[in-house]
């Protein structure tokens, strides 16, 4: 099958890629990594209009997004909101008019009111029912990151505890989320795909571990895979509560496991993160 992934270069995306290639299918990469022609804010744009006509099928993975720190920083700014608004506006407005079978990647903070970030991805998802695509809510996804401006909390922590030797926390780690190994996300994606047919864009398609683990946990996971290494660490929590969240507790639906399970446990894929993570800073 010939699949374009918009946001190839992000998280999810470039697991995806490479996964995607693994199992035999043809992968078109789209990000403004690969230079401006693929910038998605560019209306027209005629290389994803291209890409586009020319796919089977298409994942929309593509946001200008981050973790806690950074949508703590930008989510209310003018900048965060254009681009998203001209992202979605570019890309639905090809897929509607090339009739193409689509996977949106919305959020589990979709229906957080007071998050802009979440309002955006609500806003994705009317865009989906309207042309009859799925969407999919992403809890956590996690695994190698390549911007770490946008880091989120796990690669973070990591990436503090080699350079600092401190994991310093945003909040009192005390705020629950699930979190999921970005392969099998992958695996779930894929899943998603090949049982399009049998989907509809009202289905509460939720693609994580359905485990909660606190942010606290995650923080002694990797304090602890530190010490296997020889290397002290301390773990810092702050004072404050969650401020992105407000640390509201969504429920996740069971659809998907219809057709896919997770498989990596939190502390095995904590533990391929760090190790891949070590390699840099060995």
Partial sequence: MRVLILGSGGQVGAYLTEYLRKKGHEVTEFDIENGQEEDLRIIPNKKLMH??????????????????????????????????????ANVFGYLGEYNK???????????MSYSPYGVLKRVGELYTKSLEGLIVHFWNVYGIEKDMDKAHVITDFIKKGFETSDISMLTDGTEQR?????????????????????????????????????????????????????????????????????????????????????????????????????????
């Fill in 51 to 88: 890409d586009i006509r020319t796919a089977d099928f298409v994942f929309f993975l593509a946001f200008d997004v981050g973790g806690s720190r950074y949508l703590k920083k930008y989510q209310h700014t003018f900048d965060f909101i254009n681009n998203n608004t001209r992202m979605m």
């Fill in 178 to 282: 699930e979190f999921l190994y970005a392969e099998d996300c992958c695996e779930a994606l894929e899943t998603v795909m090949l049982n399009y047919s049998e989907l509809n864009s009202e289905d509460n398609i939720h693609i994580t571990s359905f485990e909660q683990t606190s942010i606290l946990e995650i923080g002694k996971i990797i304090q602890d895979l530190f010490s296997n290494i020889g290397k002290e660490v301390t773990l810092s929590p702050a004072e404050s509560k969650d401020e992105v969240q407000k640390d509201k507790r969504n429920e996740a639906d069971k659809y998907i496991t219809k057709w896919w399970q997770p498989k990596t446990s939190i502390q095995d894929g904590i533990s391929k993160v760090f190790y891949d993570m070590s390699e840099e800073f060995v």
């Fill in 101 to 111: 079978p689509f996977v949106f990647a919305s959020s589990q903070m979709s229906n």
